[in-house]
C-alpha cells in the first residue's frame, strides 16, 4: 500500500511544485518575497499530507516571529525541506547543496526562492555563500540550516560541519535548534519509498548571542550538537 501511496503522493507533489513554481516567479515580479508565503507553506503541507505523513509540532509557542534567527535542525531526507519550510512560522529561507540547484524544476524553484547555494568541495565558493548568507540575516531573512550537510544513513545525528556556527558567530543570530522526530521511519535514504504515518517537529529554547559569546566555533558547534541530540533521541 505505501508504494501506491509513494507512486500517488509523488505525481500529486509535482503539480503542487509547478503550482509552487508560478507564485515564486509571480512574487518576484512583484518585487515582495513574503507575498504568497503563506501559500507556499500550504503547498508544502499538502505535498506531505498527500505522501501519507502527519506533522506534530511542539515547541512553537516559545518562537518570536518578529526574531531573526538560524534554525539549526537535523537531516533525514529529502522531504526535510517541506516540512521544516510550512511549519516554521517565520519568513525563511535556507542555504542549501549547490548540487540541488540543477535538478529538474525543484532546482528552478529553490533558485527563484532565493535559496543560497553552498558547495562541499569548493571552499571558496562555500565562503562567498556564507557571506550572503551574512546578508540575508542581517537584512532580517530567517535561514534554516543543516549542520550535518547530508542525510543521516541510521537515523542517528552526524558529524556538525562548521559553517553555520562561524555563521552564527559572525552574524550573532539567535539559535533556534529544531528537531524531526519519526521521520526517518517515515521515509529514508535507503529506499525511494515513503511509509505513511506521524512525524514529530520539535523546536528547542532559543539559544541568544549572549550565551555563546567568547565561544569558538568548535565550543559552539559541539554545545549545540549536544542539545540537538537530546532533543532528537526525545530525551528533551
Known sequence: MFRLTTVVGYAMGIGLLAAALLLILL???????????????????????????TVKVSGARHLDRTKTCLFLANHVNILDGFVLYGYIPHHVRSVELIDHFSWPLWGLITKHLGNIPISHRNTEQARRSLARAAKSVAEGTSLILLPEGHRTRDGNLGH?????????????????????RGAYERKNVHSPF???????????????AGSYAGKNYRQLRASVREILSRMVSGQS
Open 27 to 53: 512574487q518576484n515580479l512583484m518585487g515582495n518575497q513574503k507575498s504568497f508565503d503563506p501559500l507556499l507553506k500550504g503547498i508544502c503541507r499538502l505535498i506531505l499530507l498527500f505522501l501519507g505523513i
Open 160 to 180: 556538525f560541519m562548521s559553517g553555520p556556527f562561524r555563521l552564527a558567530l559572525q552574524t550573532g543570530a539567535e539559535l533556534i535548534p529544531v528537531a524531526m
Open 194 to 208: 515513503v511509509h505513511p504515518g506521524r512525524m514529530e517537529l520539535v523546536f528547542g529554547r532559543s539559544i541568544f
